[in-house]
């Protein structure tokens, strides 16, 4: 009974991303039979470069560069965010130094550190993944503290009365009731860390990647490969929102799933 | 098993003064129940018997030492079942279990067995999401059964629960108790219930709230809810809160 359910859900969410995705491309090569191919090709063209160019080894060295800066940045923004989201969460102090810190960061946009770590760390990949730290830590903050903020008293009491210890409390109670905040922490914190890293790439953090490509197609106006880099961000970007991440969402969360569940 | 021992106690919050003066006994063994009207501190002072609240003046004694933190000893079962919804019936119920590093086998073959007594056979592997209100609070009740503690402390257990559920639930109750040998605490604002089910009934006042009478009962059990002597007391009891001339 759980899987025709589960396969019509999963239909139910696929097809408006569908035709969201359908009509983009169908403005798009409207447009394009009003342009001339060089100011904006059609969808066929920019496809048949894409088929083409993902085995070229520039565009794999490219793909390479930002997938690595992500794989480091972006798990270690989640981990630091978390930590510091569940201690604020049992202290009441240090949540609202964290706030402060938080609201201080959040009014400086992230891409503004890349000069400033450039002179101090030279080209290359740290002051890269050093933004999409700064930019995606505080989303996984956020939202854990909050949740931890607003843990269940009686869940609480209940483990207590059980004879838990403070550090069973906290991995018996606490981590499982905050986890559905780490899921969504880490969903918007992708946002803020994928965009991060494209635009620093782009601003001159480094002379590879994916931002840096597109800006170098841009500045010799090759229009086919600008739409294919774009394609492409936004392919990996969903793929990790929407299967990735929501993946393991249906893992951890899997009580949440489950038949007759409220 | 355990005698409980509640002499002079005061607790305010704030300004707020919930409990005056309280002194009760509740031998080991017996059945006792307070009734009272609502935030007369019913709550408050069965907490500080499960050892999560501390009173400011006074003592909270059980078998004479003086009770300062939850113990497995003494169980407490929450008006809202209040189950984790993340784990299934079964790890709910080996919870306290595992807390104490209890081993795997061990721990499943117990919440095999309580489950068993509470009528949630074959129910190991559900969500508390799947079940209805009376079978959530019945694990509930295993969760606590199953560290076999010799005082029960209930709040309000089957509060939330419709009329027939709530009947059915006392007589399992009932069944759990008689013979077990353990001390039983119940909070309720069900009169009946409290004369169906224990031995000696505290009947609170207002807040600040103080006991303003305890009635032994001498009734045998199953009693019938419209026996005459059962009749008497209950209007008894209304009339102490107020709810009858
Ligand atoms: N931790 C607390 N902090 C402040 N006020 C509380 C706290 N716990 C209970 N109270 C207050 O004490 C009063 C008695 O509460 P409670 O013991 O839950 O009453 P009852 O269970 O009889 O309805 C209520 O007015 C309640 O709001
Ligand atoms: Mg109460």
């Known amino acids: ?262 | 098993m355990q005698t409980l021992e509640i002499q002079r106690v005061h607790k305010s919050f704030g300004s707020l003064k919930v409990l005056e003066n309280i002194n009760l006994t509740i031998e080991k063994g017996k059945f006792a129940a307070i009734v009272g009207p609502s935030g007369c501190g019913k709550s408050t002072l069965l907490r500080m018997v499960a050892g999560l609240e501390t009173p400011d003046e006074g003592t909270v004694q059980a078998d004479g030492k003086v009770i300062k933190q939850p113990s497995p000893e003494r169980m407490m079962i929450f008006q809202e079942h209040a189950l984790y919804p993340w784990l299934t019936v079964g790890e709910n119920v080996e919870m306290g279990l595992e807390l104490a590093g209890v081993s795997k086998e061990e721990r499943r073959k117990r919440a095999q067995e309580v489950l068993k007594t509470v009528g949630l056979d074959g129910f190991y592997n559900y969500y508390p999401s799947q079940l209805s209100g009376g079978m959530r609070q019945r694990v509930s009740i295993a969760r606590a059964l199953v560290m076999d503690p010799d005082v029960l402390l209930l709040d309000e257990p089957y509060g939330a629960l419709d009329a027939m559920t709530r009947l059915t639930m006392q007589n399992e109750l009932l069944k759990l108790w008689e013979g077990s040998g353990k001390t039983m605490l119940l909070i309720t604002h069900d009169i009946d219930e409290a004369l169906y089910l224990a031995d000696q009934i505290f009947v609170m006042s207002a807040r600040p709230g103080k006991v303003v009478q305890t009635i032994d009962l001498d009734l045998p059990r199953p009693r019938s809810r419209h026996s005459q002597r059962f009749g008497e007391l209950r209007q008894e009891i209304m009339q102490l809160l107020g709810l009858e001339e």
């Open chain 1, 1 to 262: 009974m759980a899987v025709p359910k589960m396969k019509s859900q999963t239909w139910k969410k696929v097809w408006p991303y569908a035709a969201a995705v359908g009509t983009l491309l169908l403005i798009w090569q409207v447009a394009a039979f009003f342009l001339p191919p060089y100011l904006l090709p059609g969808v066929p063209t920019v496809l048949e470069r894409l088929a083409a160019g993902i085995t070229e080894p520039e565009f794999l060295t490219s793909l390479k560069e930002s997938l690595f800066r992500l794989i480091i940045g972006y798990p270690s923004a989640c981990l630091l965010g978390g930590l510091l989201g569940l201690l604020a969460g049992l202290s009441r102090g240090f949540a609202v130094y964290l706030r402060s810190l938080i609201a201080i960061l959040q009014s400086i946009p992230p891409i503004t550190w890349i000069p400033f770590l450039i002179i101090l760390f030279g080209f290359g990949n740290v002051p890269i993944i050093t933004v999409i730290i700064i930019a995606s830590f505080f989303p996984m903050a956020l939202s854990v503290m909050n949740a931890t903020e607003g843990i269940n008293r009686t869940h609480l009491e209940v483990a207590k009365v059980l004879g838990a210890t403070k550090g069973q409390l906290l991995r018996k109670v606490y981590l499982p009731e905050t986890l559905p905040s780490f899921i969504t922490g880490a969903q918007v914190a992708f946002g803020n860390a994928w965009r991060s890293l494209i635009a620093s790439e782009m601003v001159g953090g480094a002379s590879s990647g994916l931002g840096f490509s597109i800006k170098f197609a841009g500045e010799v106006a090759q229009m086919t490969d600008v739409l294919l880099y774009i394609v492409i961000i936004g392919m990996i970007a969903a793929f990790f929102d929407h299967v990735v991440l929501e993946w393991l969402k249906r893992r951890v969360l899997k009580w949440r799933y489950i038949e007759g569940a409220k």
